[in-house]
Structures are given as structure tokens and as C-alpha cells.
């Protein structure tokens, strides 16, 4: 039995950091939203252990969250373990755009489906929350408020077609050590990004605390903020941790910005959660 899979990426509209808990990690109040730039898996249920297929640059077992998520699976269910998983990356990597954890929860998704539902919703959610901070939000997909540590979904109905461009620079962002630069101070503001979702896009407010600690990091990533604005955006952010900053666009942008050497751009289109793994315009 096999079934391919397209897993979305995701861009944060909005991500507030509440303060440094006792656990190491941040309490967040972000809203992410899924947009159609994916990965795309093939899983079989064939052989036996798990045995990943990713590109050169993705580790293959340990530290690669697809792996993580089958073992999760595996070791939940006390199913015997047998099944081969061919990754085909399009989303970068340290990115901010949940690449991976897309991929872990299409893995749960997919397994539970193959294997006739062993885990109840509550059990997939669990292990997803376990995986990683983003992993819950892509068992739901859409526009979605994370709480917690991103990990509390509550999903939320699909309000704008919103257009998105994605610039990628070619350098990544480590999420922890972003975190880390992060000074104590917040920005973000929760009723002016809600008011403004209710009117049209060109007064979208949206914000990122994060964004000023990966500046930090990268200072060129102001420049690329000002840079999309200028080419029609009516508002550019970082996306998560970053290093991906979006513009946001009234309606798609058919003319490519000019980039330095080693940036990438895709046009992308917020992605309902109906749509979820079935419509991806630009796929691995
Ligand atoms: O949960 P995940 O494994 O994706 O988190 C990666 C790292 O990002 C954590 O180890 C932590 O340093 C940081 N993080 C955080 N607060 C969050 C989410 C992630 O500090 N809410």
C-alpha cells in the first residue's frame, strides 16, 4: 500500500512572544497560515523498519523529523515497523517555513490512514506536540492560532485569499538561537492584527517579535524587508525565526523581484484547510 503526499509550508501572520518559561522555550500567541509551497512524500508499507529517502542535505534517520515522526508512530501503536518513505524537498530548510514539521505530521497522517486509524485525534495531537513546537499546527493546516508553545491549535476559519511572495536568502536561520537573541521585549499587537484580518488586505497589521532578534543576526534582512515593500508588497515579515521574509500582496505578483545571487522567491497563495495536501501549486 503506498500513497503520496503534498505537505505545506507555513507563514506566521502573526507571532507574539509572551515571555521565557521554566522549560527553556517561549510562550507564544501566533497565528500561522498555510500556503502552497510543498514537499511531496512517497510512503509504502512494504519491508521492514523505516527506511528514509531524502535529499543529501536532509539527515536521513536521527535528526530528520519524517524519521522521528514514523518511529513516534511505531513505538505509540506497538505496530511492527515497515515502511519506506521517499522525501523530495522543495520548502528550505531553516527557513521559518515549517518544512519539516510539515513532513512529520503528513508521516502521522499518512501512517495512521494506511494502518485504519489506530490513534485517536487527541493521541495524534500528543505525539505531534512531542515531535516539535510546529508539528501540531500542520494535523490541522489553514489559518490556525498556536498557543503554548505553538503547540495549542485552535483553528480558525479562512478569512482573505491572500498572495504571498517568499524570498529565501541563502543563508538559513537557527530557531534556537534566534530565540536566544530575543531581548524580553514585545511589539506585537494582538487587536490591531485582529481588527485589521476582518477588513480588506491592504490594511493587514501583522507582526513578528522575532523579527528584530534575527535582524540582529542578519541585518541585511531589513534591507529585503524594504526591498519587497517597494515591489508592491502592502507588508513584508519575517516568517517564524526566519531567514524567509514574505510580502504580502493584494493580487499575485506575476513580475519576479531582482535579487542578489543565492536569493530564491516563489509566489504562493494562502492554502484553506480544505485544501490541505491536495492543492500545491509548486511541489517537490
Ligand atoms: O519545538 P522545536 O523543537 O521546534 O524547537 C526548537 C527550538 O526552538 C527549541 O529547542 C527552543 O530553543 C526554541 N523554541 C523556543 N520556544 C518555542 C519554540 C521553540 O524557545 N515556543
Known amino acids: 500500500m503506498s500513497i ?6 507555513k507563514v506566521n501572520l502573526f507571532l507574539k512572544v509572551k515571555g521565557k518559561r521554566q522549560d527553556g522555550y517561549h510562550e507564544l500567541l501566533t497565528v500561522f497560515q498555510s500556503v502552497d509551497l510543498c514537499d ?19 539527515p536521513q534517520h536521527h535528526g530528520n523529523l519524517a524519521y522521528s515522526a514514523a518511529k513516534a508512530f511505531y513505538a505509540s501503536t506497538g505496530l511492527r515497523s515497515g515502511v519506506s518513505i521517499a522525501l523530495k524537498k522543495t520548502i528550505p530548510v531553516e527557513a ?24 485517536t485525534d487527541a493521541q495524534m495531537r500528543h505525539l505531534a506536540s512531542q515531535l516539535g513546537s510546529d508539528v501540531s499546527f500542520f494535523l490541522y493546516g489553514g489559518m490556525a492560532v498556536g498557543k503554548g508553545r505553538g503547540e495549542i491549535i485552535e483553528p480558525l476559519p479562512d ?15 537557527s530557531t534556537p538561537l534566534v530565540y536566544a537573541n530575543w531581548d524580553g521585549t514585545s511589539h506585537a499587537d494582538w487587536k490591531e492584527f485582529w481588527q485589521s484580518l476582518k477588513g480588506p488586505v491592504e490594511g493587514l497589521r501583522l507582526f513578528n517579535d522575532l523579527e528584530a532578534p534575527a535582524v540582529r543576526i542578519r541585518p541585511e534582512l531589513s534591507s529585503l524587508k524594504s526591498q519587497l515593500l517597494q515591489n508592491g508588497a502592502v507588508q513584508a515579515l519575517l516568517s517564524g525565526s526566519g531567514s524567509t521574509v514574505f510580502g504580502v500582496y493584494i493580487q499575485q505578483p506575476d513580475i519576479d523581484m531582482t535579487l542578489p545571487e543565492g536569493y530564491r522567491q516563489w509566489t504562493v497563495r494562502a492554502l484553506s484547510r480544505a485544501e490541505m495536501g491536495r492543492e500545491c501549486n509548486i511541489l517537490g
Open 40 to 58: 511531496t512524500l512517497y510512503i509504502s508499507l512494504n519491508g521492514s523498519g523505516i527506511n528514509i529517502t531524502a535529499p543529501e542535505h536532509i
Open 159 to 173: 478569512v482573505l485569499p491572500l498572495w504571498f511572495r517568499l524570498v529565501k536568502p541563502p543563508f538559513g536561520l
Open 96 to 119: 521559518g517555513l515549517g518544512g519539516g514539521s510539515s513532513d512529520a505530521a503528513a508521516v502521522l497522517r499518512a501512517l495512521n490512514m494506511l494502518y485504519h486509524q489506530p490513534l
Open 4 to 9: 503520496t503526499v503534498h505537505t505545506p509550508a
